[in-house]
């Protein structure tokens, strides 16, 4: 679990929440529900009108990144290459083939496939190169859910404030409440902005970090592959890809 990650987005909250508590606020000057189901439900519901549900159900697939983040070590990427490129030296393609069936990474695996079955540098590095752009855009457009959820918030904390006003200005009549309901219809404006600013967005780019960190292994590892295909020493690989960062 992404410990770090998740006591970072708690810890931004509760600054704010605090911030308010030192200031002189309530917490309970925090809760209104109408505002919490036009803002978030409104968001929500935007979100889905725009969103197809693969995309959706991607996005959330994308989510649990944040509680089992995803490992991308090159020293593991190392040591998977050097054991293939052992395998191809001593036992060919066969070799190969039996750690492929073993290899849970698809592009990995897919790579060590083309790799047993004899096909050449050109086509296995043109169709491993597709394989991982396509993964990269349907994921980076996955995480751009949760950047589109960052727009809508704002804009729906904005729409409840205006409700909230308009119910407030309906009742003149009663001045000494204008100061409260003045101040609970800005309460929208704060779930909206928090929201958005505090969590939706934040989540976007921590995915494209990961997305782009997965990249980055992967071209590595068509580096490597390739260079067991031409029969480069397992250690030489190694060397190569030292100097990567991931």
């Not at 189901?37 to 935007?46: E, N, R, T, Y």
């Not at 990144?65 to 001593?90: E, H, I, M």
């Not at 990269?136 to 904005?158: H, M, R, S």
Request: hydrophobic share 50%; glycine share 10%; aromatic share 6%.
């Amino acid at each position: 679990m992404d410990r770090l990650v998740l006591l970072l987005l708690f810890g931004a909250v509760s600054s704010v929440v605090v911030g308010h508590v030192l200031e002189g606020g309530s917490l309970l000057s925090l809760w209104n529900a109408p505002a919490l189901l036009i803002v978030f439900g409104g968001s929500l519901l935007a979100l889905a009108v725009q969103t197809p549900m693969y995309l959706a159900v991607r996005s959330l697939k994308l989510l649990s990144w944040l509680v089992a983040p995803p490992q991308f070590s090159l020293d593991q990427l190392l040591t998977k290459l050097t054991t293939c490129g052992n395998a191809y030296r001593k036992d060919g393609v066969l070799g190969l083939d039996r750690i492929a069936q073993a290899e849970i990474d698809p592009v990995m695996k897919r790579a060590l496939v083309m790799l047993a079955d004899g096909q050449s540098l050109s086509s296995i590095e043109k169709s491993i190169h597709l394989e991982i752009e396509t993964h990269q855009e349907k994921d980076l457009y996955a995480a751009e859910v949760f950047d589109n959820l960052g727009g809508y918030l704002p804009t729906l904390g904005i729409v409840g404030a205006v409700l909230g006003l308009m119910q407030v200005l309906s009742n003149l009549a009663q001045p000494e409440e204008l100061g409260r309901g003045i101040a609970t219809a800005f309460v929208a404006t704060f779930y909206g902005v928090a929201a958005a600013n505090l969590i939706a967005i934040p989540i976007a780019g921590r995915l494209r970090g990961f997305i782009q960190q997965r990249t980055r292994y992967h071209k590595a590892m068509i580096v490597g592959v390739m260079a067991i295909r031409e029969g480069v020493n397992p250690q030489l690989i190694r060397y190569r890809l030292e100097g990567i960062d991931l």
